[in-house]
C-alpha cells in the first residue's frame, strides 16, 4: 500500500528534526564538559595526523539513550 502524502510530508518532517538536532549536538558538543575526554578515549596523534576513537563517551551515551529510551517506553504503557 502506497504511503499517502501526508504520511510522507511527516516523515520528512522527522527526519529534518532528527537531522537539525544532531547539529545542534555538533554545535555545543565541544562546551558540554568532559564528552569526549573520558579515560578510555583513544587520542593518537602524528606528524599532521589524529586518530581518535571515543569508546567511553560512546558507552556513557549508549547507557544514557537505554535508560532515557526505556523510561519513555515504560512511560507510554
Known sequence: MPME???????????GAV???IGVLLVVADRVPLVGRLP??????GD?????????TSLVLSVLLTVVLSFVAWARR
Open 19 to 21: 537531522i537539525l538536532g
Open 48 to 56: 599532521g595526523w589524529t586518530i581518535y576513537a571515543p569508546i567511553a
Open 40 to 45: 578510555g578515549d583513544i587520542r593518537v596523534s
Open 5 to 15: 502524502l501526508a504520511q510522507f510530508g511527516r516523515l520528512l518532517v522527522l527526519i
